[in-house]
Nanobody, 120 residues
Framework: QVQLVESGGGLVQAGGPLRLSCVASGNILGINAMRWYRQAPGKQRGLVASISGGGATNYADSVKGRFTISRDNAKSTVYVQMHGLKPEDTAVYYC??????????????WGQGTQVTVSS
């Protein structure tokens, strides 16, 4: 089985930085795209940033210039470095990854989420 475990969430003041990490573990043959989503109370989950297997990145307009997504393939880890945080960034942040397991096909997995709270 595959697990995605996020870490790095917490309480931060507006304008401050925070870095989230997500580690994939299990019987993994390869990882394609990795993504960060977020869901605020009463809102739908939305894409924050994505990074392809080749390193191409994409960002939601609301975080462009403030967030940077990166990955370490050797560690099966994806990061999102967040700067200039705003109260509206407050949400549960979820990691998502397209993973190929040994003996199985490609499918998407989700982490359990990590809370980010930005105080004004």
């Amino acid at each position: 089985q595959v697990q995605l475990v996020e870490s790095g969430g917490g309480l931060v003041q507006a304008g401050g930085p925070l870095r989230l990490s997500c580690v994939a573990s299990g019987n993994i043959l390869g990882i394609n795209a990795m993504r960060w989503y977020r869901q605020a109370p009463g809102k739908q989950r939305g894409l924050v940033a994505s990074i392809s297997g080749g390193g191409a990145t994409n960002y939601a307009d609301s975080v462009k210039g403030r967030f940077t997504i990166s990955r370490d393939n050797a560690k099966s880890t994806v990061y999102v470095q967040m700067h200039g945080l705003k109260p509206e960034d407050t949400a549960v942040y979820y990691c998502n990854a397209e993973i190929i397991m040994y003996g199985s096909g490609l499918r998407a997995y989700w982490g359990q989420g990590t809370q980010v709270t930005v105080s004004s």
